[in-house]
Nanobody
Framework: QVQLVESGGGLVQPGGSLRLSCTAS????????MTWYRQAPGKERELVGS????????TYTDSVKGRFAISRDNAKNTVYLQMNSLKPEDTAVYYC?????????WGQGTQVTVSS
């Protein structure tokens, strides 16, 4: 079965950290560009950060630069989003997205809530 499954979300206090994981099955992420998106209530889905197929190029939206980091472990077929210094405005459902040419796959999302 081809799918992406996110995990690692939860409730964290402002200033805390979380690491999200996105594990693929049925295909290999090593040949895909991997991206994390998020969607807050009442807002459009926005790109958080993206990593090229080889991992040599990474981009982040301005609001998370210096706080979030994308990485991948091809042996585990998993991509990660390390989130530090979390803020209440980071509260959202986070989605993993894989793309290669016209092929794209989405995960089901994991909730991240930043609140005291």
């Amino acid at each position: 079965q081809v799918q992406l499954v996110e995990s690692g979300g939860g409730l964290v206090q402002p200033g805390g950290s979380l690491r999200l994981s996105c594990t693929a099955s049925g295909f290999f992420i090593s040949t895909f560009a991997m991206t994390w998106y998020r969607q807050a209530p009442g807002k459009e889905r926005e790109l958080v950060g993206s990593m090229s197929t080889g991992g040599g190029s990474k981009t982040y939206t301005d609001s998370v630069k210096g706080r979030f980091a994308i990485s991948r472990d091809n042996a585990k077929n998993t991509v990660y989003l390390q989130m530090n210094s979390l803020k209440p405005e980071d509260t959202a459902v986070y989605y993993c997205y894989a793309a290669r040419g016209s092929t794209e796959r989405w995960g089901q999302g994991t909730q991240v809530t930043v609140s005291s």
